[in-house]
């Protein structure tokens, strides 16, 4: 049995991006991260099937739902801190305020601006 390692790394990752929902993004599975052996072979179809196991992982991205600018509104900077770093998925927190005298978030939504770092 023969198959394109590539092609195989490819469907994967379409595959996997299909499945994970609104407000994440996949980190993409590096070759050495997928492994495939054949299942079965049909030597009559001319087909084979794979089974294949893939070890990946997800991120947040800026459109999840736990980071709606709206729940953000008014907090501190600790306050904000304390909030992103509730998420398990959320290494490190560094929150600014421009101009500098600001010691708050902004009441207008769209003046809060999330930066993810992945």
Do not use: M
Request: net charge negative; hydrophobic share 40%.
């Amino acid at each position: 049995v023969v198959y394109d390692r590539s092609e195989l790394q490819q469907k994967v990752i379409e595959q996997l991006t299909r499945k994970l929902g609104p407000g994440y993004d996949l980190i993409p599975p590096s070759d050495a991260d997928i492994s495939a052996e054949v299942d079965s072979v049909e030597a009559a179809k001319n087909a084979a099937l794979l089974k294949v196991v893939v070890t990946t992982s997800r991120i947040r991205n800026a459109d999840s739902a736990d980071f709606n600018r709206s729940n953000l509104v008014g907090l501190s900077a600790e306050a904000l801190s304390s909030y992103f770093q509730s998420f398990p998925d959320v290494a490190t927190v560094e929150v600014q305020f421009y101009p500098f005298w600001v010691t708050s978030a902004p009441y207008l939504t769209d003046h809060i601006h999330i930066l993810l770092k992945k």
